[in-house]
């Protein structure tokens, strides 16, 4: 299967990690980033922005689309399960905020991007991936640690 100019599966997916964000956004307007390494925090941005760009848009891919069958089925199984798995981790820390959670609720995403970069042969995306992966885990690990 190849995608044409945009990836809707990876618009889905985007979407579906953005909107508990959202909801999180709204119900703590005064929370405050507590970390003080500007430097990860900026590249938290980058890796985050270009991962969702990424995820739908195929820039600097020659062939956007899976290797085999089984390539698309393991990215629409193993995102799926990856997402089931963050909207469950993201009921439960609305409730009790914690850092083991916070914590899962880094890795899923990156785990998410990762996984497309790879199943996509999207290398860009598995490079911006790993960077927000570092980053993300980096700024709310700190967090964390901070409240």
């Not at 985050?48 to 089925?73: E, T």
Request: hydrophobic letters at 60%; proline letters at 2%.
């Amino acid at each position: 299967m190849r995608f044409g100019w945009i990836n809707l599966f990876g618009v889905i997916i985007v979407i579906l990690l953005i909107i508990p964000n959202i909801v999180y956004a709204i119900k703590n307007r005064n929370e405050k980033n507590c970390c003080t390494n500007r430097l990860m925090d900026v590249l938290e941005q980058i890796g985050r922005y270009a991962c969702i760009v990424l995820m739908w848009l195929p820039l600097l891919v020659w062939k956007f689309g899976f290797a085999s069958v089984f390539a698309m089925v393991l990215y629409l199984f193993g995102n799926g399960s990856l997402l089931t798995a963050y909207w469950v981790l993201f009921a439960r820390y609305l409730k009790v905020k914690n850092a083991g959670l916070a914590l899962s609720l880094a890795i899923i995403p990156a785990c998410i991007f990762l996984l497309s970069g790879l199943l996509l042969r999207h290398w860009l995306l598995a490079g911006f991936a790993i960077l927000f992966a570092i980053a993300h885990i980096y700024v709310t690990r700190q967090n964390a640690v901070s409240r």
